[in-house]
């Protein structure tokens, strides 16, 4: 669970931080139950990726919330995004570019499942939720541009997998289309329950 250093001692957490991290916990339970996950289903919940930034060092790299055996990795956030904007959340970004691009094996691959609930009253129902997260992670992909074709192009897997036989060039062209157009290809990671 986040709100640890590495050896293992506590972090002083503010109480919107523990509210936060109890609501992903109960998000994280109640979407294992539905998908009807096993224990042998599960590679690692709150582990490190296996690849990180280049640069610092392996116990600096992100951490992801669940990984299932087939690869596939779901980020939890119990959020008010209609409030504070994803774009204001560094950490956030950072572990999407610099954990998730550099790790999954294609777009598939990941699901980041915002909770409904904290959406509810200012977005009102889950289909204009949903849009609205869109329009949000547009903003940080426009904003991000760069690192995110860097984090993509530095992960060959992901590159052949979702690009296959486009040249850099091609695939930082093909990347600012589905960014400028919400085109599923890229955004359909986002869910909202």
Known sequence: MRGRTNSGASTTLNMDDLITQLDEVHQTIRDLAKRDLKNTDVVAMGSKF?????????????????????????????????????KNRTQSIDQFINGYLRNIESFDKIQWKAGFDKLRNGWGDIDNALLEMKKQWKTVFEENFDDVVDSILSNSSLKQNSFTGLNDVQIRA????????????????IKVE
């Open 50 to 86: 296996d690849v990180g930034k280049p640069g610092i060092s392996s116990n600096q790299f992100k951490e992801y919330d669940l990984r299932l055996i087939d690869n596939i990795y779901t980020e939890y956030k119990n959020v008010d995004f209609v409030s504070n904007a994803l």
């Open 174 to 189: 093909a990347l600012e289309n589905w960014v400028a157009t919400t085109d599923d290809a890229l955004y359909k990671f």
